[in-house]
C-alpha cells in the first residue's frame, strides 16, 4: 500500500514522511515490513490517493477555484438578467401595455395561483391570460431564459420592479 502510494505520487522516502506527518524511520519500516502501517495513517494513504486520483483526472484544475469563479458568473448573470428585466418592463410599460393590461401587470407577482385546498399550483407564466403571449415571446428571443428557471425569475421580478417603477411615475397623472 504504502510502496504503491509512493510510485504514484512519485514520492521519496523523506516527502512521503513528510506527506503523511509521521518520520522518516517509520517509513523504512513500514516499507521493510518490520511494523505494520497504523489505520489512520492507512485512511490518511487511502484519502490522499484519491486526491491525487481526482487530482489527475481533472487535470490539475482547482475545483475550489473554478466554484468561485461560476459562482460569481451566475450572481453577475442573474444580476443582468434582474437588471434587463426591469429595463423591458419599464419599457412594455411605457410602450406597449394597454391601460388594462397595466393595471393588471401592477398587480401581477409572478406567482402560480392556489388550488381550493391551498397548494399552490403549478406555475407557467406563458400561459396566463393577460400576459402569456407577450412572456412567451420574451422567453423565444433567450434561450436561457426559457430554459432556466432561477433565471426566469430574476428575470420577472426586475420586470415586475420595472413595471410598478413605471406605473409609480404616472398613476396620479392619468
Known amino acids: 500500500m504504502l510502496k504503491e502510494f509512493m510510485k504514484k505520487l512519485e514520492l521519496n522516502q523523506t516527502e512521503a514522511a513528510k506527506k503523511l506527518g509521521v518520520s522518516q524511520s517509520q517509513i523504512s519500516d513500514w516499507l521493510a515490513g518490520k ?4 489505520g489512520p495513517v492507512k485512511k490518511l494513504i487511502e484519502r490522499l490517493s484519491y486526491e491525487h486520483y481526482k487530482n489527475k483526472v481533472r487535470g490539475g484544475i482547482d475545483m475550489e477555484q473554478a466554484i468561485e469563479r461560476l459562482k460569481k458568473q451566475n450572481e ?14 419599464f419599457r412594455w410599460a411605457a410602450e ?9 401587470a401592477v398587480n401581477y407577482d409572478g406567482v402560480g395561483d392556489f388550488d381550493m385546498l391551498g397548494f399552490m399550483q403549478e406555475y407557467f407564466p406563458t400561459r396566463n391570460d393577460i400576459l402569456g403571449e407577450y412572456f412567451s415571446a420574451v422567453m423565444e428571443s433567450d434561450e436561457i431564459l426559457e430554459k432556466d428557471g ?9 420586470w415586475i420592479d420595472g413595471v410598478n417603477d413605471f406605473w409609480a411615475e404616472i398613476e396620479d397623472k392619468i
Open 35 to 38: 511494523r505494520e502501517i497504523p
Open 96 to 104: 406597449d401595455a394597454h391601460i388594462d393590461e397595466l393595471r393588471y
Open 150 to 158: 432561477s433565471v426566469w425569475e430574476e428575470w420577472e421580478r426586475g
Open 76 to 89: 453577475e448573470s442573474l444580476n443582468t438578467y434582474y437588471e434587463d428585466g426591469k429595463k423591458e418592463g
